[in-house]
Structures are given as C-alpha cells and as structure tokens.
C-alpha cells in the first residue's frame, strides 16, 4: 500500500506520539508493536527517534516497545539467507525500523525474513531464541513463526499492535495467522495424508497452496466488531488492536467463511485435512 500522505506543516513531537499511544489504550507496563510511515505524520522534530521515544515513555520502564525489522525480500538479484546479520543485516520496512535496530538499546532476534527488534523490559525476552523450538510450517521457513518467535509472544503477551500512516496491508501478524491455522488443520490429519498435504504447501522455493487472505477486508471485519481503535498522531491515522483480538477473531472469521477469504486450491486443501472431502 501507499503510505497515507502526511502534512509537511504539522509538527509532531514526543509528547504528541506518548499522548496519542494513551488515547487508544496503550498503558505502562504495555508491550507494543508498531508498523509506521515517518513521512505520514508530517514533519517529525527529532525524526524516528521522537516516534520510538513517544512509545518508550507511553509504556514506561516496566514496558517493551518493538519493530518489525525484517531483512529478506524480494531483489535483483536476489538476497542470499546465506549473507543475514542480525547485527548488520538492513530492515526494509521503512526508515523508522532501520533506525529502531541501529539504536544502542536495541535488541534484534534471529531471522533472516522476519526479525523483531525491540527495547525494554522485556526486550530479551521477547526477541531470543528465534525459532529455537516449536517451529511450524510456513512459506517463509519453518522458524519464522515458530512457538519461540516474538510473534508468538506478542500474541501470548496480548501486545497493543499498531499501525501508523499505514493500515492492515501491512501487517506481518497476518502471516503468523496464516500459520498457526495450517498447524492446526495439519494437526487433524493422520500419518501419510498429513505428511502429503504437508508436501503441497507453498515454501521459499516452491509452488503450492497457502492460505492467503485479503488484510484490508479483514480490517473492516475486526473494525465493525469494535477491536480496531483509532487515533492521530499528527497527521497519520493511528491504528491499534490487541494482538489476541486480532489472532482470535481472525482465525474465527477464516474458519467459518473459508470459502470468501481462500483461493479454491487451499479451500480444497483444508477441506481434505479437516476430513471434509475425499482425497484425490
């Protein structure tokens, strides 16, 4: 998506990011992750570091605020997962999350295509281990959304995750949906029928069914059930929901209407892992 466009005359600063964080329930003691466009806000006095600082002082020392600062992506020619740093490795995602895993009090876990960064209490916590254990199927490689990922720990964590200048297009949380619910239809077929649904998922290098959904829409469905809160922060929309809200109800949502959110060959997969067809 584009960026919303942001007024160059309206200034923001610490205070203006720390007051709207309050304004959709952000707390001390909060962990928060937030997706962002700098230039969405308008003119930021300070730059990234007044939007990161904003956060840090909306949730206070016993808080942890965090990044998306994923590395992998599509190039000519392309990355080699060979050549990921954690330590040096770019984030992609915009300037504020480049700054965020540049910062001294940063920490960065351990993934090539999608590493977290974040600063606070629980910083060590939240970004170690990456992959270590628990790892699941995934288009992205097995670790990436593994039950020792930050991404499960903000969703066990209920995070307050959010959207700045940017909306639901943009939300990598999707994507650890997407695989905690072909963990679950994997878990309900047996032996050779699980190990062969396993064989047609997409992966890195290979062609397949994956259960992608459109993210806007879904933003609509979980904002007409009341768990989307919105503020401003300059110019920018500030958007915010907790991440169990937003994992739990979307799952709930895919399950019950596969039909409207999945392409017809993972509709076919999922019926035949949940018993509901007959195998080729």
């Not at 290979?206 to 959904?213: C, N, T």
């Not at 979307?250 to 509901?276: C, D, M, V, Y």
């Given at each position: 998506?584009?960026p919303?466009?942001g007024?160059?005359?309206?200034?923001v600063?610490r205070?203006d990011?720390?007051?709207?964080?309050?304004e959709?329930?952000i707390?001390?003691g909060?962990t928060v992750?937030?997706h962002?466009?700098?230039?969405?806000?308008?003119?930021?006095?300070?730059?990234?570091?007044?939007?990161i600082d904003?956060?840090?002082?909306a949730v206070?020392?016993?808080?942890?605020v965090?990044a998306p600062?994923?590395?992998?992506?599509q190039t000519?020619?392309?990355?080699?997962?060979?050549?990921?740093?954690?330590?040096?490795?770019p984030s992609y995602p915009g300037?504020?999350?480049?700054?965020?895993?540049?910062?001294p009090?940063?920490?960065?876990?351990?993934?090539?295509t999608?590493s977290?960064?974040?600063?606070?209490?629980?910083?060590?916590?939240?970004t170690?281990?990456?992959?270590a254990t628990?790892r699941r199927?995934c288009v992205f490689?097995?670790?990436a959304?593994a039950r020792?990922?930050?991404w499960e720990r903000?969703?066990?964590?209920?995070?307050a995750y959010c959207?700045i200048?940017?909306?639901?297009t943009?939300n990598?949380?999707s994507?650890?949906?997407?695989?905690v619910l072909?963990?679950?239809a994997l878990?309900?077929?047996?032996?050779p029928?699980r190990?062969k649904?396993?064989a047609r998922?997409?992966a890195?290098?290979a062609?397949?069914v994956w259960p992608w959904?459109?993210?806007t829409?879904?933003?609509?469905?979980l904002?007409?059930?009341g768990?989307v809160r919105?503020g401003r922060i300059?110019?920018?929309?500030?958007?915010?929901?907790?991440?169990r809200?937003?994992?739990d109800?979307?799952l709930?949502i895919l399950?019950?209407?596969?039909?409207?959110?999945?392409q017809?060959?993972?509709?076919?997969?999922?019926a035949?892992?949940?018993g509901?067809?007959?195998?080729?």
């Amino acid at each position: 998506m584009q960026p919303e466009p942001g007024d160059p005359g309206i200034e923001v600063d610490r205070e203006d990011v720390r007051r709207a964080a309050g304004e959709v329930g952000i707390a001390r003691g909060d962990t928060v992750m937030f997706h962002s466009s700098l230039s969405s806000m308008g003119t930021v006095v300070g730059g990234p570091d007044t939007v990161i600082d904003g956060f840090l002082e909306a949730v206070g020392s016993e808080g942890t605020v965090a990044a998306p600062t994923l590395w992998w992506h599509q190039t000519d020619p392309p990355l080699r997962m060979e050549d990921w740093d954690p330590d040096t490795s770019p984030s992609y995602p915009g300037l504020i999350t480049e700054h965020f895993r540049r910062r001294p009090d940063s920490l960065r876990s351990n993934n090539p295509t999608h590493s977290v960064s974040a600063i606070g209490a629980r910083a060590v916590e939240l970004t170690r281990d990456h992959g270590a254990t628990g790892r699941r199927p995934c288009v992205f490689g097995d670790a990436a959304f593994a039950r020792a990922s930050p991404w499960e720990r903000l969703y066990q964590w209920n995070a307050a995750y959010c959207f700045i200048g940017v909306d639901f297009t943009v939300n990598t949380m999707s994507h650890y949906i997407e695989t905690v619910l072909v963990e679950a239809a994997l878990r309900e077929a047996q032996g050779p029928l699980r190990r062969k649904l396993r064989a047609r998922l997409q992966a890195r290098h290979a062609e397949g069914v994956w259960p992608w959904y459109d993210r806007t829409g879904m933003e609509d469905c979980l904002t007409d059930r009341g768990l989307v809160r919105r503020g401003r922060i300059g110019s920018a929309t500030l958007r915010c929901i907790r991440a169990r809200d937003m994992v739990d109800h979307t799952l709930s949502i895919l399950r019950a209407q596969p039909a409207h959110w999945f392409q017809a060959n993972f509709q076919a997969w999922l019926a035949e892992a949940e018993g509901k067809a007959d195998a080729p």
